[in-house]
């Protein structure tokens, strides 16, 4: 809480007349522990709503995986499903051992912490035990996001490496740099100047979390080179359709219901006064970006149904839940600094640029079976974009501390410095990815243990590898085998002029 009550003894007694000392030392005792008990609530409420947001990211591994499995062919679904599991459990190890203390261990250098592994020495003064679980939540929808581009041809071994690699060291090098106190790019930074005088400004992560596992998942995609059968001898793309559009819909709707942990948590604290005895606190602003949330991604979705209708001709309910998470993705890193009216203009693009890059990445021949590196990728660096033209100095110094002619939005008159900022930010990121994560699935790939057999590929993952099928199922080609179609003849009267239909 941001004021605390106050007593002085000396004072008191000279309201209260001659002898009354004692009295005066009693009743600012009991202020005194009337003050720390209201400070022992704050701390409480603020661990708690910061608790409560954890469990809400965490159920997005089970959006993740609902996504992923009705996006796959139903030969792959255990497979898809375990490495989901899998991100979750070598995340939450590594993540302990190496990846809080790479992200927030203080003291440290602007480029890496170096404190607090394996939880040694912690709680801290500034971070309890709620802080490292909501951000080992963060570390790991990272890692579920690079799985799905690389569904249905990876090798299981593949997807415990790289699992454990991205949310120990990769993944917790960018979070260091923009949210932590020591980073170099970050707006919290405590010493030294920030980045072109405001530091990089990424509230939920749309560069830290989407971008990191959408480039991560290109850089897979890429050098395993697409699923066999995705195009065709001369490049025209085929499309190998998950077996599942209602797995689809209830991943997207555990998503959405997750994503209101995933940016209004990110206050951390909710019981934080702006204006004393006024609406205006924290717990304003947390609504306020639940609602930028909101309107972001219903934006991105109707936008995507009307534009591939008009380019497919058909109202496809997996394109929507696509550009619906889109448009989150997008607007996580200004979710808290924007206005409503602008999280729309958000949505609205956010489903243009996912629409585009999908259409690059089938030029391309570039496979990726949850569309993940264009949506999480493409939408992330766009969402860094828009907070630098669209985020409010108000909310700007609310969140990140007041600063006199604090850079803010380009569109708001806040200058080109913030637009600094975010770029430089979409390009270390993409570089540091690039460098960790390519390097990585390139080597795999020389050791031969990132990509299937062509014959397990074929037969399925469920089969081959996992010991037998998620549940009993037709593949689209097999069902044109199964289902012979029955020629309908046509009637016939018979004699007595009653018409028959021949059996």
Known sequence: MSGTLSCSATDLAVLLGPNATAAADYICGQLGT???????????????????????????????????????????????????????????????????????????????????????????????????????????????????????????????????????????????????????????????????????????????????????????????????????????????????????????????????????????????????????????????????????????????????????????????????????AAITGGCSVVEPWAAIICGFLAALVLLGCNKLAERLRYDDPLEAAQLHGGCGAWGLIFTALFAEEKYLNQIYGAKPGRPHGLFMGGGGKLLGAQLIQIVVITGWVSATMGTLFFILKKMKLLRISAEDEMAGMDMTRHGGFAYMYFDDDECHKAIQLRKVQPRSPSPSGVTTTPV
């Open 34 to 328: 009337v003050n720390s008990k209201f400070t022992d609530v704050a701390f409480a409420v603020d661990n708690t709503y910061l608790l409560f947001s954890a469990y809400l990211v965490f159920s997005m591994q089970l959006g993740f995986a609902m996504l992923c499995a009705g996006s796959v062919r139903a030969k792959n679904t255990m497979n898809i499903m375990l490495t989901n599991v899998l991100d979750a459990a070598a995340g939450g190890l590594f993540y302990y051992l190496f990846g809080y203390a790479f992200a927030f261990g203080s003291p440290s250098n602007g480029f890496i912490g170096k404190q607090n592994f394996g939880l040694k020495d912690f709680p801290t003064a500034t971070n309890d035990y709620s802080v490292f679980l909501y951000q080992w939540a963060f570390a790991i929808a990272a890692a579920g996001i690079t799985s799905g581009s690389i569904a249905e041809r990876t090798q299981f071994v593949a997807y415990l490496i790289y699992s454990s690699f991205l949310t120990g060291f990769v993944y917790p090098v960018v979070s260091h740099w923009f949210w932590s106190p020591d980073g170099w790019a970050s707006p919290f930074r405590t010493e030294g100047d920030l980045l072109f005088s405001t530091g990089a400004i990424d509230f939920a992560g749309s560069g830290v979390v989407h971008m990191v596992g959408g480039i991560a998942g290109l850089w897979g995609a890429l050098i395993e080179g697409p699923r066999l059968g995705r195009f065709d001898n001369g490049g025209r793309a085929i499309a190998l359709r998950g077996h599942s559009a209602s797995l689809v819909v209830l991943g997207t709707f555990l998503l959405w219901f997750g994503w209101y942990g995933f940016n209004p948590g990110s206050f951390n604290k909710i019981l934080v006064t702006y204006e004393s005895g006024s609406m205006n606190g924290q717990w304003s602003a947390v609504g306020r970006t639940a609602v930028t949330t909101t309107l972001a991604g219903c934006t991105a979705a109707l936008t995507t149904l009307f534009g591939k209708r008009l380019l497919s001709g058909h109202w496809k309910v997996t394109d929507v839940c696509n550009g619906l998470l889109g448009g989150f």
